[in-house]
């Protein structure tokens, strides 16, 4: 397995643009997790998909949040109209799917920050 | 309801033993513990399932009493390498989104 990569590392925008994350999971993983860090916090949930169903999004998730999973390979993650609020470490974890208690691992991370 | 971890930090010696305690509001199916160094991703150390169980790898352990809904890190004679952020997830079952706690930072001097 090479991990779970993420692309970009890092971003800087301005208030008001647009962003879009990729995150590819461990190949053969069905699960894909979106969390959000901020200094000093653990990772909070963002979303979750089986496969190529996103099956749960947080309340953190506003309406300008939105990520796709379109083959249930990679995912990516977007902002839209991003505000300073929006400045995050955004993490992807993934697992293999087959239990209750299977393994997250996650990946490096895109840390965003909003001008 | 987020986890609650204790101590919020700790300092050691080489060589000395810690532990970093997590303690839920609610019933769990597991708890996951991963470290998490500056800039880094959080790196999986163990999970602990629904049965009480114990485990352990290397120096470090960890327990999972379901009743008292409480997981505890055990660190025996820390490297230098053990130094970050410690972070309990707690997960509920199903697909397993996991709610984490704020972290026991954790600082080992030669």
């Known amino acids: 397995d090479t991990g779970v990569s993420q692309d970009p590392r890092h971003k800087i925008t301005k208030r008001g643009q647009n962003v879009t994350f990729r995150c590819d999971p461990i190949?053969?993983?069905?699960?894909l997790y979106w969390y959000r860090q901020t200094l000093g916090q653990g990772p909070e949930f963002l979303t979750y998909f089986q496969n190529e169903a996103q099956l749960e999004k947080s309340r953190l998730l506003s309406d300008r949040f939105s990520a796709e999973r379109p083959k249930g390979s990679f995912s990516t993650l977007e902002i839209q109209r991003t505000e300073q609020g929006d400045s995050a470490m955004y993490l992807c974890?993934?697992?293999?799917?087959?239990?209750?208690?299977?393994?997250?691992?996650f990946g490096p991370g895109t840390r965003l920050t909003v001008l | 309801q987020q986890p609650v971890q204790s101590p919020q930090a700790v300092i050691l010696r080489e060589g000395e033993d810690a532990v970093i305690n997590c303690s839920s509001s609610k019933a769990l199916y597991s708890v996951h513990w991963y470290r998490q160094k500056h800039g880094e991703a959080p790196v999986f150390l163990m999970i602990l399932l629904k049965g009480g169980e114990q485990k352990g790898h290397d120096k470090i352990s960890a327990s999972f009493n379901e009743k008292k809904q409480q997981s505890s890190l055990y660190l025996t004679a820390s490297q230098l390498s053990y130094s970050g952020t410690y972070f309990c997830g707690t997960g509920s079952g199903g697909y397993n989104k996991l709610i984490f706690g704020a972290g026991t930072r954790l600082a080992v001097h030669p």
């Open positions: 974890a993934s697992s293999h799917g087959t239990s209750a208690g299977d393994t997250q691992y």
């Open positions: 190949s053969e993983h069905n699960r």
